[in-house]
């Protein structure tokens, strides 16, 4: 499908005229209208609800538009959880699905009353230990072996660090329950970014089924199952996007089918997406700064990978779309490039684009999830702002651009200023 912005080159140059570039900007209109159909593709079940991760876009903003439309949140760690907090989410509203996780994080999350996803076998009496088993607890599976739909290999739990295998979630009820817990939840994240409405259909029927093993192991009462994130976006137009109806009711079927006859029609399903969610109602905005003729031709952005990793981490495509020229001939080869001493600091590579001028405006597409949360300092380079574009049209900064202050702040300079 053709991808279009959700900015023209007219909004792009108010905003930039408050927010100077590079800056992340965020479409509160479409994260409205995408959470909304999420939660009507799963308002078959009773106890549905979408943690959404906020490792994908720690911002506080779109929090609060994610708990607006009925969503929770899912924490990895202590920041994350002091985040959830101070946006109101507590209790039953956050799902705490961490690993290696320090004493202090384990600790804050039994205070916060969110539900605790065990990673490992050991963390029961972890837990135990450094803040008691709570009534209700999570458990994360992990399969082993390569996970696969059809032919296509999908990826490769056995390699993964994460969850436990079935004999340990066995023995961890088992614990858990000698130890006072009543209520189980299960949980898996078994492949990334799937761009496929069969993953969460496929991964729902392989979790239920071991829900009612688990069930007949232990006796324990499953109350919820957490299919985790996965679920992709279409980052190239070619590529068709994931309908979350049919996914949806591929989950409702594999329910029918497997856990209703098991007396298990109780089960809630939650889900943990963060790019599906995110991803594709986020640009980061940059301008041209310099162009290069050697044996390539290079077009310089005032971003860097600092401030979005993935092309440079996983060689991810991002679609490119330079504002105001919409409907000229991409008949210009490119590599987009940030100014990183690092050659893999580059946002697309031999790209067919229209030809470019110091100064154009770019917009990479669907940097909303893992985007700028994965930002970085190297060579210095400062994290970009946060912009939110209103559903009247408006926008409002939601997180100023680092400066040189914030670089220096962990600093103590004193000891270089002697007197
Ligand atoms: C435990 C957990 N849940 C959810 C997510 C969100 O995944 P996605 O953004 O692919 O939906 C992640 C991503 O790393 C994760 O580690």
Redesign the pocket.
């Known amino acids: 499908m053709e991808k279009k912005p959700f900015i023209t080159l007219e909004q792009a140059q108010r905003i930039i005229a408050d927010v100077p570039t590079p800056f992340h900007i965020y479409d509160e209109k479409g994260i409205r209208e995408n959470a909304r159909l999420l939660n009507k593709a799963f308002a078959w079940n009773k106890g549905y609800k979408e943690y959404f991760?906020v490792?994908?876009t720690p911002n506080p903003y779109i929090l609060k538009i994610l708990q607006e439309e009925g969503c929770g949140v899912?924490c990895?760690s202590y920041t994350e959880l002091m985040l959830a907090e101070a946006c109101g989410f507590s209790g039953q509203d956050i799902m705490f699905?961490s690993n290696v996780t320090p004493v202090e994080d384990m600790q804050l999350a039994a205070r916060l009353g969110a539900y605790i996803?065990l990673d490992d076998y050991t963390h029961v009496e972890f837990l135990e230990r450094v803040a008691g088993i709570p009534e209700t607890i999570c458990c994360?599976y992990n399969p082993g072996g390569v996970f696969s739909m059809g032919n296509d290999i999908m990826d490769n739990p056995g390699e993964a660090k994460?969850g436990m295998t079935e004999q340990q979630m066995v023995d961890a009820y088992k614990k858990l329950m000698a130890k006072g817990a009543r209520h189980f939840g299960i949980?898996a994240?078994l492949a990334?970014?799937t761009v496929s409405n069969e993953y969460y259909p496929t991964l729902a029927g392989i979790l239920f089924e071991l829900a009612v093993r688990l069930k007949d192991a232990t006796g324990a009462h499953i109350s919820f199952i957490n299919l985790?994130?996965?679920?992709?976006v279409d980052y190239r137009p070619e590529q068709p996007a994931n309908d979350i109806m049919v996914i949806g009711e591929g989950v409702r079927r594999k329910f029918e089918e497997i856990l209703v006859p098991a007396g298990m029609g109780d089960v809630a399903i939650f889900t943990?997406?963060?790019?599906?969610?995110l991803?594709p109602y986020g640009h980061l905005v940059s301008t041209v700064l310099h162009e290069k003729h050697t044996y390539k031709d290079y077009i310089g952005l005032d971003a860097c990978a600092a401030n979005l990793m993935r092309p440079a981490m996983y060689g991810s495509y991002h679609h490119i779309t330079v504002l105001g020229k919409e409907n000229a001939p991409c008949d210009h080869k490119y590599d987009v490039t940030g100014g990183l001493c690092e050659n893999n600091d580059k946002f697309a590579i031999d790209r067919m684009l229209p030809e470019i001028q110091i100064g154009d405006i770019l917009v990479l597409h669907d940097t909303g999830?893992?985007g700028f949360s994965m930002g970085y300092n190297y060579n210095g380079k400062l994290r970009s702002a946060e912009v939110l574009l209103r559903e009247d049209g408006s926008h409002k900064l939601i997180r100023r651009a680092e400066t040189p202050e914030d670089y220096f702040a962990t600093f103590d300079f004193a000891p270089f200023f002697k007197k």
């Open positions: 991760a490792k994908a899912d990895s699905s996803n994360r994460y949980h994240f990334s970014n985790s994130g996965g679920v992709g943990e997406l963060g790019r599906f969610m991803a999830a893992h």
